[in-house]
């Protein structure tokens, strides 16, 4: 066991691989632990345990796991529930609610058997209580305030304790003053670990999580409005949207497992490219051998939480997202009217003339608003975005890049950059012989044939529900 002033501050920064662990006198382990809070964006290493059962802990994507102390047995951590920022994309940062400094809050990783207490402080303006989503626990654990137990008033410190009798994936959250404190960004996920070989549970080598999220902010704003129900503008990952998410980082024939949870108002079918996958495990535990099959996309309810397994052995950049295409967008443009074919050469000025911010875009598709430097308010993220080594990729929101590389030293996961590929496996332009197509004749055509002049110009109101 090793001593480790562990205060309030920064706890990763420049840590290579994180190790925890706190000797600490019998009269301080009377006391709270200390709460450890983390400010950082960058996907923290894996912490390594070095108390308790060994296991292979998780990477969360943007985000990091919560130390605890040993106190006789007994796995002690202090959740604060607090106001943080959060650095959304670069450019783009939010006032949320969450805990020890992030939205979401810190992973919680325990071994299965695991005695767990978990003191939580309110430092919100208002009651809070946590609820343990998927544990089996004694009923006043389970967090449901009124229910359950009395709400954690403002200044409040009230603790939990049961044992993580089941391993697999799970979620904390409020239950009091839910549609708000999850709106405002209050969760975080749980992952319980076997305590030894679990015929359903394979070991991997990269074991990621991360959370679904949505926020409905306005452009140029940075507090959520907490009222909105289907209207949101900002689907996240770990209250991170692209380009803000890091790449998931894999040796070539990893076996790897990705651990998603649901705490939007909608489903999201995730879609991975270049390789099939199994869907193992709910947030009811690992599913049977026999109920499992070969998917490229899984759709994740309001609720749910679904862990999916493959070998990465195709090297490459592949894109991994969510498949509903606004939410693969960051806030604005939804209330940009479809144009496609429109000819509107004069119709913005006579527009402008009542309307001297209209904007006009989208005649030939909405691709160059991927390309346009076209000036946005101040604290919010462009539609669509990223660049990458061919140009733009015009996404936003719920979108990663899953990189499998066969030269990624061991023990080293850092971002490799873009993929090299190998000559003749790109696709190519065709230069030979080309007939003209024949084409239906449009009664815009002739009109769109000469090209309007627009002109992009900043935007009063932008954001309008899609
Ligand atoms: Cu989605």
Partial sequence: MMTLDLTRRQFFTGAATAVIGATVSRTALAGLPEPIIQTSVETAPPLIPNTGRPYNPVVTLNGWTLPWRMNEGVKEFHLVAEPVEREMAPGFTAQLWGY????????????????????VTNKLPEHTSVHWHGQRL??????????????????????????????????????????????????????????????????????????????????????????TMT??????????????????????????????????????????????FMVTGTDGGPTPKSSRWLEVTTDVAVGQM????????????????????????????HDVPTLIGV??????????KVAPDYMMMGEKGM????????????NTA??????????????????TVLKVRKDQPPGNYKDPGWFKHPAGTIAYEYNGKMEEAP?????????????????AVKPTSTHQNH
């Fill in 343 to 352: 000819d509107h050469r004069n119709l913005v000025q006579k527009i402008q």
């Fill in 382 to 399: 462009p539609m669509m975005t990223g660049t990458g080594p061919f140009g733009s990729l015009e996404m936003g929101g719920m979108f």
């Fill in 100 to 119: 020890n400094g992030q939205s979401p809050g810190p992973t919680i990783e325990v071994v299965e058997g695991d005695r767990v207490r978990i003191f």
């Fill in 231 to 276: 209207d949101f503008n900002i689907w996240a990952w770990n209250s991170r949207i692209f380009p803000g998410i890091d790449s998931l980082n894999v040796r070539l024939n990893d076996k790897v497992r990705i651990r998603v949870g649901n705490l939007t108002m909608t489903n999201h079918p995730i879609h991975l490219h270049g390789h099939e």
């Fill in 367 to 378: 691709a160059d608003m991927g390309d346009m430097e076209m000036p946005i308010p101040d």
């Fill in 439 to 455: 084409t239906a004749p449009h009664p815009a055509k002739k009109a769109t044939e000469k090209a309007a002049t627009v002109r």
């Fill in 138 to 227: 004694p009923n006043g654990m389970d967090g449901v305030s009124g229910l359950t137990q009395r709400s954690i008033k403002p200044g409040k410190t009230f603790v939990y304790e049961f044992v993580a009798r089941r391993p697999g994936t799970f979620m904390y959250h409020p239950h009091a003053d839910e549609m708000v404190q999850m709106a405002m960004g209050m969760y975080g996920f749980w992952v319980t670990h076997p305590k030894e070989k679990h015929p359903l549970i394979d070991e991997v080598n990269r074991d990621f999580c991360f959370l679904l999220n949505s926020f409905d902010v306005e452009p140029g704003s940075k507090t959520p409005k907490v009222n």
């Fill in 306 to 333: 679904r862990q999916i397994e493959f070998i990465a052995d195709e090297e490459g950049d592949w894109a991994m997202h969510c498949h509903k295409s606004h939410h693969t967008m960051n806030a604005m443009g």
